[in-house]
């Protein structure tokens, strides 16, 4: 879709129900289901994290920004993911987070992202993180610069993939908690997005093809 075009129209899911865990049912791992008693997460004392949905204009086309993280020693390692990290004590709330953490890994002033609307909150339980996403907007054509100690790759995906029901899948993977798991996934040309980034990637889906 033309940037200009979904960029009218996107205001219109401000004043949207969220969808919730009906969209993220749809793309969750059967093994994460039973960490549904918002009571226990609390108990498990988790770490608040904030990510960025951020759609912005490429060849005049409306794009999904994404991040490969590096591999590493953690349960995260070489995922595909939406920009975002830890909350820090210098943040005054968790949209503070997720916009200096975008800044941070990919290079988007805070000042330049047009926040649209605050998503349904995830429970991540590899790594016991609350996870809060937002989305965004951001309308400059500038080139974004990767975080070299934790990014390794950005991602480009237009929106009409994400749209496209063709693209939704499943495969067997091995995750931090089981082996030759099979999973709800995006796959995006090769780009495949499981686990909880699909999850709240779905419900962002669902919001759009109320509006679009």
């Known amino acids: 879709m033309n940037y200009i075009d979904f960029y009218n129209r996107i205001s219109k899911i401000k004043n949207l129900p969220l969808p919730g865990s009906k969209a993220h049912f749809l793309m969750e791992p059967p093994e994460r289901r039973k960490y549904q008693d918002l009571r226990k997460i609390e108990e498990r004392n988790p770490r608040r994290a904030g990510v960025m949905a951020l759609f912005y204009p490429k060849a005049d086309e409306t794009h999904l920004l994404f991040i490969l993280r590096k591999s590493y020693k953690g349960v995260h390692s070489n995922q595909i993911a ?96 089981a082996q030759g798991v099979e999973v709800p996934a995006f796959n995006f040309e090769g780009r495949v997005v499981w686990g909880a980034t699909a999850m709240m990637l779905n419900e962002i889906k669902l919001l759009l093809k109320q509006v679009l």
């Open 82 to 177: 939406f920009p975002g990290g830890k909350e820090e004590k210098v943040d005054n709330s968790m949209l503070e987070t997720a916009l200096r953490e975008t800044e941070e890994e990919v290079g988007v002033p805070v000042h330049k992202v047009e926040v649209v609307k605050e998503l349904s909150k995830l429970y991540i339980p590899p790594s016991n993180f609350w996870v809060q996403p937002y989305l965004g907007l951001y309308t400059e054509i500038e080139p974004f610069q990767k975080q070299e100690s934790e990014v390794e790759d950005i991602l480009e995906i237009p929106m009409r993939y994400v749209l496209n029901e063709d693209n939704l899948t499943s495969l067997k993977l091995n995750t931090s908690y």
